[in-house]
């Protein structure tokens, strides 16, 4: 199992270009959500999705667009990149959506908007 | 809402000292509680956890306990490596208000730096 990938590594956008961060998991979960690190902020919870056709908005979901066309894949888009958007992204996953359940993780997508 | 707190870093240790790491939350219902680790330039790793309150989550000779009298999950390691130096999170996962799911709340995160 590959578990959780996330593309690109590495991403520059220019303040508002759009680009789609690709998230997808081998496991077989039904859930899937995305959250944004920021220095002294902890991880925060952009949205989720409890299954393929299924997604809704956590924390902080302004500027973020989000679909779950299949169990395996649940990109995060930016509709036009600001400057605050500027972080790392981790995509998360786990087999239930119940909170005994363990999120497993991906590599991440560090972002820069200049 | 869910809310955690955790000690705040750096802690510098030396090697084979012993770790404390201090989380204390507060939620509704009955949440389970997670530490994760973040290495340098990667992803977080999941460390531990326990589900109900008095278990003890232990991985890799680190311990925590869910302490619900005190609304707590320290983190404790009798003799800490410098490959133990990373950036530890302190989480619960707790019921989303609307019922339908559960979500990860984060502390901020300490930063552990163990020398020879």
């Known amino acids: 199992n590959a578990g959780v990938t996330q593309t690109p590594k590495f991403q520059v956008l220019k303040t508002g270009q759009s680009m789609t961060l690709q998230c997808a998991q081998d496991m077989n979960h039904e859930y899937m959500s995305w959250y944004r690190q920021d220095p002294g902020m902890g991880l925060r919870l952009i949205h989720y999705s409890v299954g393929a056709g299924i997604t809704d908005q956590g924390e902080v979901p302004n500027g973020y667009n989000v679909s779950r066309s299949t169990t395996e894949d649940f990109p995060l888009r930016l509709l036009s990149a600001a400057p605050s958007q500027t972080s790392v992204y981790f995509c998360?996953?786990?087999?239930?959506?119940?909170?005994?359940?363990?999120?497993?993780f991906g590599p991440g997508t560090r972002l820069l908007v200049l | 809402g869910d809310s955690v707190t955790q000690m705040e870093g750096p802690v510098t240790l030396s090697e084979e000292a012993f770790l404390t790491i201090n989380c204390t939350y507060t939620a509704t219902g009955y949440p389970s509680l997670f530490w994760y680790v973040q290495y340098p330039g990667e992803g977080l790793q999941l460390l531990l956890k326990?589900?109900?309150?008095?278990d003890k989550g232990s991985n890799k000779g680190f311990e925590a306990t869910y302490r619900k009298e005190t609304t707590s999950f320290h983190l404790e390691k009798g003799s800490v490596q410098v490959s133990d130096s990373a950036v530890y999170f302190c989480a619960l996962r707790g019921i989303i208000n609307t019922g339908t799911a559960s979500k990860l709340t984060f502390g901020t995160g300490t930063r552990l730096q163990v020398t020879l």
């Open positions: 998360a996953s786990s087999y239930g959506r119940w909170q005994e359940e363990t999120q497993y």
């Open positions: 326990a589900t109900k309150a008095d």
